[in-house]
């Protein structure tokens, strides 16, 4: 499938200019601009409207199949507002006409723009478009990485409830004799983060399920044991002295797993910090909202099915999991699947398993 690159910078006025590559034809040119007062726009528009309305559908259990269907149809505009205020006319027309499942790589100096949100009349560009972010440092070859399954690590934070507690620690029930080495760990159970940094090293794949919080200071952090305090938790800043096994996935199943910690001059973000240089690339999936455990997990089973059975790199199997969402005229998971947004490396895959 054809690659696209769009890199969004930041200028002196604080406005975003575009330059789009197509590799297939080795065309660049520049794609237009959005500016500053734009970009405060439509931000507050996702953080206190879209965002908020995408949680409270998701949430309503009464709504029937066809009442969520409407619901989607509903933040289909809303994308489309962002679509039509956000999103300059160059680059409209540059995505336009590109084929479901293009690759769009975007570079910025913001990777917490939401892409994937965007509704241009046709469908949800996070489930029409391979989307994955890079931020501008980013400098290692985007290729193919295999992952063997020598070691699967399957998190579960202290404060999951059950029953979504029990579903999380048997998210790979049926496949763990698949793995050479499996282990899970229930952070109610554990004394200490360090028994996680620990068998963290080695791991091929991460899950994590857990509760993104917010310490004191405004700093984000995935709760994994039962002391709430942050520097007993998983931070972004400590993934950087984490010996994290290069080109790796991590899926971060957690609220906000993919926000960033407000403060700081430039977000320190779990998923640069994972897929950093540094780090030697990786994927990382994280949400860019708060998302009920139940429906996380569901949709967790649905993207490995994707990447496990059907054998889909991560990149197109997490396309394809948000695409099932609709599957057989059923709405699935809610509308939670909209939120989860890629880092890194869309063409880290596995060797495909057997059902």
């Not at 869309?346 to 495909?352: A, H, I, L, W």
Request: a negative charge.
């Amino acid at each position: 499938m054809n690659r696209y690159e769009i890199n969004a910078m930041i200028t002196r006025d604080e406005s975003l200019k575009y330059r789009f590559i197509d590799f297939a034809s080795r065309q660049s040119y520049n794609a237009g601009q959005t500016a500053k007062d734009s970009i405060d726009k439509t931000f507050d528009f996702i953080e206190t409207r879209y965002l908020p309305e995408i949680r409270d559908a998701g949430q309503s259990s009464f709504l029937s199949n066809k009442e969520l269907k409407g619901a989607l149809r509903h933040l289909a505009g809303l994308g489309r507002q962002v679509y039509s205020d956000f999103v300059p006319e160059h680059l409209r027309n540059s995505i336009r006409g590109l084929e479901n499942g293009s690759i769009l790589t975007f570079i910025s100096d913001n990777i917490g723009i939401p892409w994937e949100l965007v509704y241009n009349g046709i469908d949800f560009w996070g489930r029409r478009f391979v989307i994955h972010k890079l931020d501008t440092m980013y400098d290692l070859p985007l290729q193919p990485i295999t992952l063997g399954y020598e070691k699967v690590l399957n998190i579960v934070g202290a404060n999951v409830q059950q029953p979504a507690k029990r579903q999380a620690l048997n998210l790979f029930r049926n496949i763990e004799g698949s793995f050479s080495d499996f282990v899970n760990i229930d952070g109610g159970k554990i004394d200490s983060i360090e028994d996680v940094y620990e068998e963290i090293a080695d791991a091929d794949i991460i899950h994590i399920t857990s509760h993104g919080q917010l310490d004191e200071r405004g700093g984000l952090y995935l709760q994994i044991v039962r002391e709430s305090r942050a520097y007993l938790n998983l931070t972004p800043a400590v993934i950087g002295v984490l010996p994290i096994k290069p080109g790796c996935l991590v899926f971060a199943n957690a609220c906000v797993s993919a926000g960033s910690q407000p403060g700081i001059e430039k977000s320190i973000r779990f998923g640069t910090m994972f897929c950093s240089n540094e780090k030697q690339g990786g994927a990382f999936i994280g949400t860019l909202d708060l998302i009920p455990d139940e429906p996380a997990i569901e949709f967790a089973h649905c993207f490995y099915y994707e990447y496990f059975f059907r054998g889909f790199p991560v990149g197109e199997a997490l396309r394809l999991a948000k695409g099932s969402q609709l599957a057989h005229g059923k709405t699935r998971y809610g509308l939670f699947p909209l939120v989860y947004s890629l880092y890194g490396n869309p063409f880290v895959e596995g060797v495909p398993l057997y059902e």
